[in-house]
């Protein structure tokens, strides 16, 4: 099989966005990182909230899916950082550059 793991989270700022995609690809946690600026609506508090954020999309390989999660959760800003992940079957070429991106 050829899995990759994706992995979205969400930033404040897009500078704050950018250094964390460095470090990721710095750390060899990620093969490529994308960033998207995006408008979120959500519930906090019990108020509804609409903020301008910056979308992270990780592509990694799925056995440094652990280490991103610790990672996320020491860098984000947020309370309760926004950290989702699933497992993909890619193309045969791409899944070879993920991998051979370490």
Partial sequence: MREIILLITTESDEKKA??????????????????????????WENEIEETREVEIIIKSKPELKDDLIVFLKEKSSYDVPQIIFKKFESEKKYFEWVTESF
């Fill in 18 to 43: 950018i250094d964390i995609a460095k470090l990721l690809i710095e750390r060899n946690l990620a093969a490529c990182v994308s960033l998207k600026n995006i408008i979120s609506f959500y519930k």
